[in-house]
């Protein structure tokens, strides 16, 4: 569901999809406890990949992708 939530936000915006993907993410992280890891080098903070989550965690990842659709005006099939 992520990805093709992700891969309309793409179509709809002309956004790169590895773009909306780490935006999301990072917003999960600040939001939904979205798990990651912070770089040593530049303290910034490295969101897990989504084959590393669980269920809940990827819950909350398509919680804001489904917040972002919300925003942007994309109306969304389940």
């Known amino acids: 569901m992520f990805y093709a939530l992700v891969t309309e936000i793409c179509k709809e915006t002309g956004n790169d999809l590895e773009d909306i993907k780490d935006y999301l ?6 939001r ?21 989550v669980d269920t809940v965690q990827m819950a909350g990842l398509i ?15 389940n």
């Open 63 to 77: 919680e804001e992708a489904y917040q972002l659709c919300a925003e942007l005006g994309i109306i969304v099939e």
């Open 32 to 52: 939904r406890s979205y798990p990651y890891e912070v770089n040593k080098m530049t303290g910034r903070i490295r969101p897990y990949s989504t084959t590393k």
């Open 25 to 30: 993410k990072e917003k999960a992280c600040a």
